[in-house]
């Protein structure tokens, strides 16, 4: 099993920015030679968006277009990745949750890849 956690969410005003980190861990992480990591955030009364992905099986990155120009998706290729998020507006709240994909690509659809959920760290934008 693996687990997943979330930390870094936090209350910011507009404008401002909040660096959202997701760890992987647990005995079987070693066996996922080549695994993605992906983001998603629910707004209150909104349905799921699928924001950001990285793929350690051929390198790609993946950026809905709401967050493209001001998120970026990092990670250490081991068992962290990063979510630093800029520019951040109202319509940036959400809980912001990450999930690792066992042998998936960062395409628009990665969200069926996924195997491992964390449950998520709250990010508020208000001024």
């Known amino acids: 099993q693996v687990q997943v956690e979330e930390s870094g969410g936090g209350s910011v005003q507009p404008g401002g920015s909040l660096r959202l980190a997701c760890k992987a861990s647990g005995r079987n992480l070693d066996s996922l030679r080549y695994y993605a990591i992906g983001w998603f955030r629910q707004a209150p009364g909104k349905g799921r968006e699928d924001i950001s992905c990285?793929?350690?099986?051929?390198?790609?990155t993946y950026y809905a277009e709401s967050v493209k120009g001001r998120f970026t998706i990092s990670g250490n290729a081991k068992d962290t990745v990063w979510l630093q998020m800029n520019d951040l507006t109202p319509e940036d709240t959400g809980n912001y949750s990450c999930?690792?994909?066992?042998?998936?690509?960062?395409?628009?659809?990665?969200?069926?890849?996924?195997?491992?959920w964390g449950k998520g760290t709250p990010v508020t934008v208000s001024g």
């Open positions: 990285i793929s350690y099986s051929d390198d790609s």
């Open positions: 999930a690792v994909g066992d042998g998936t690509y960062c395409s628009s659809s990665f969200y069926y890849g996924m195997d491992y």
